[in-house]
T-cell receptor
Framework: NAGVMQNPRHLVRRRGQEARLRCSPM?????VYWYRQLPEEGLKFMVY????????ESGMPKERFSAEFPKEGPSILRIQQVVRGDSAAYFCASSPPSLATDTQYFGPGTRLTVL | SQQGEEDPQALSIQEGENATMNCSYK?????LQWYRQNSGRGLVHLIL?????REKHSGRLRVTLDTSKKSSSLLITASRAADTASYFC??????????????FGIGTKLQVIP
C-alpha cells in the first residue's frame, strides 16, 4: 500500500517561471491538504481539497497560487511567476473520508528553489 | 499566529537519556498530535491524543495533555541517535465539515549524541 507520493522531489525554477507540484494521495483517501514549510519553520496550512472541490483555501496567497484535485489524477499545486520568497518545502497530506480518523498522512515533500 | 508552540526550540542530550518536549496552544482543540521530521524529509505521525485523554503511550513515547493549561508534553525515554530529528506538535480543530484543520508549531530540534 503505497503512501502519499509527491513529485518532483526537487524543483528548481527561475524567477517568473511556473512551478507545478503534484501529489497522489494514499489509496482510498479523498481528502488532500497542502502545507508550506519555510526553512527553520513549522508547516503552514495552505489549502484543503476533496475531489473536484476546494473546501478551505484560507492559507493560500491571494495571487499566483492555485490548487486543484481533479476527478482523475493527482492533486496539483500551481505557482505562477515564482519569486525567491516561494522557495520552500511543500508538503501534501491525505486522509480518508471517515470522520473517525484525525490523522493526516504526509508525503515526502517537494523542495522548490527559485533562482 | 501559530497555534502550537514547542519548547525548547532545541535540545541536545546524550544517548540513553530521556528527552522532554513541551507544546502550548491557544484555542480549544479536539486532539493534539506529535510528528517527527528527519532533516530534509517528510513528516512521520507519532501519536495522537484526544482532548478527553490525559496520557498516552506508544513504545518509548509518552504524551500528556493538560487542557486546562492548554499544554502537552512528549517524552522519549532511553533516547537513541536515530531519534535525532525535529518534533512538531499539531492541534486539530475539530471535524466540522468533515475535515480537521491541523495547525503546526515551529518544532523542537532534538539532537541525541551517541
Amino acid at each position: 500500500n503505497a503512501g502519499v507520493m509527491q513529485n518532483p522531489r526537487h524543483l528548481v525554477r527561475r524567477r517568473g517561471q511556473e512551478a507545478r507540484l503534484r501529489c497522489s494521495p494514499m489509496k482510498g483517501h479523498s481528502h488532500v491538504y497542502w502545507y508550506r514549510q519555510l526553512p527553520e519553520e513549522g508547516l503552514k496550512f495552505m489549502v484543503y481539497l476533496q475531489k473536484e472541490n476546494i473546501i478551505d483555501e484560507s492559507g493560500m496567497p491571494k495571487e499566483r497560487f492555485s490548487a486543484e484535485f481533479p476527478k482523475e489524477g493527482p492533486s496539483i499545486l500551481r505557482i505562477q511567476q515564482v519569486v525567491r520568497g516561494d522557495s520552500a518545502a511543500y508538503f501534501c497530506a491525505s486522509s480518508p473520508p471517515s470522520l473517525a480518523t484525525d490523522t493526516q498522512y504526509f508525503g515526502p515533500g517537494t523542495r522548490l528553489t527559485v533562482l | 499566529s501559530q497555534q502550537g508552540e514547542e519548547d525548547p526550540q532545541a535540545l541536545s542530550i546524550q544517548e540513553g537519556e530521556n528527552a522532554t518536549m513541551n507544546c502550548s496552544y491557544k484555542t480549544s482543540i479536539n486532539n493534539l498530535q506529535w510528528y517527527r521530521q528527519n532533516s530534509g524529509r517528510g513528516l512521520v505521525h507519532l501519536i495522537l491524543i484526544r482532548s478527553n485523554e490525559r496520557e498516552k503511550h506508544s513504545g518509548r513515547l509518552r504524551v500528556t495533555l493538560d487542557t486546562s493549561k492548554k499544554s502537552s508534553s512528549l517524552l522519549i525515554t532511553a533516547s537513541r541517535a536515530a531519534d535525532t530529528a525535529s518534533y512538531f506538535c499539531a492541534t486539530g480543530g475539530g471535524n466540522s465539515g468533515g475535515y480537521q484543520k491541523v495547525t503546526f508549531g515551529i518544532g523542537t530540534k532534538l539532537q541525541v549524541i551517541p
